[in-house]
């Protein structure tokens, strides 16, 4: 599986923006996503999952109620909705896949798949 993560950019604090995460391979239908993000100095911590299908999400305390993680199968494609965007949003964000479906787990490691991130900066 490969994927590719899309939509980020320059934003102010309070607007929003929506991330693509694109992928290759019939199997991806069958795994978890997650979204990830690592701003400099950090490490790459958890932001939002998925399982399958989309009817089971995971979401960080720091993004819950202000991100949104949904996905389009017949597309091959997850999203991440972001609004209400702070200062301290700005990283650089990773999508990943888990072909065992364990969208609940939230380290890095245990995801089998990564894409490319895509820089969001939210100015103040």
């Known amino acids: 599986v490969q994927l590719q993560a899309s939509g980020g950019g320059l934003v102010q604090a309070g607007g929003s923006l929506r991330l693509s995460c694109a992928a290759s391979?019939?199997?991806?239908?069958?795994?978890?996503v997650g979204w990830f993000r690592q701003a400099p100095g950090k490490e790459r911590e958890f932001v939002a999952s998925?399982?399958?299908?989309?009817?089971?999400?995971h979401y960080a305390d720091s993004v819950k109620g202000r991100f949104t993680i949904s996905r389009d199968n017949a597309k091959n494609t997850v999203y991440l909705q972001m609004n209400s965007l702070k200062p301290e949003d700005t990283a650089i964000y990773h999508c990943?896949?888990?072909?065992?479906?364990?969208?609940?787990?939230?380290?890095?490691?245990?995801?089998?798949?990564w894409g490319q991130g895509t820089q969001v900066t939210v100015s103040s």
């Open positions: 998925t399982n399958w299908n989309g009817g089971s999400t």
């Open positions: 990943a896949a888990d072909m065992d479906g364990r969208y609940l787990y939230t380290t890095p490691a245990v995801w089998d798949y």
């Open positions: 391979g019939r199997a991806f239908s069958s795994y978890a």
